[in-house]
């Protein structure tokens, strides 16, 4: 017996905002799709660390805060994950 693929929808909130999932993905089930927004935040983190620091001034401090959450069809959250960073160059004496 297949099991049926339901779809969830993965929003992203940084310090511009909310970036809404209007097409969502499907997924076999509720935890396949909160593994995958994740892993999803992690690979955001690590684009925004790459990107970020060429932006700002050597001796600022920067926060990066994200958030995803994980929405079923009828828009109930059913999964929040948030990652807290925070960078300070001025200790780096380069």
Do not use: K, N
């Not at 994740?38 to 926060?63: G, N, T, W, Y």
């Not at 009828?74 to 994950?81: I, K, L, Q, S, W």
């Amino acid at each position: 017996m297949r099991s049926c693929a339901v779809r969830y929808f993965t929003d992203f909130i940084d310090g511009q905002g909310l970036s809404r999932d209007d097409e969502g993905l499907d997924f076999v089930g509720e935890r396949e799709a909160c593994h995958s927004a994740a892993e999803a935040l992690v690979e955001a983190a690590h684009d925004l660390v790459r990107v970020r620091p060429r932006h700002l001034p050597a001796i600022a401090p920067a926060d990066l805060r994200l958030e995803a959450q994980v929405r079923d069809a009828t828009g109930r959250v059913v999964f929040r994950a948030r990652l807290a960073l925070d960078l300070d160059w001025s200790v780096a004496g380069d």
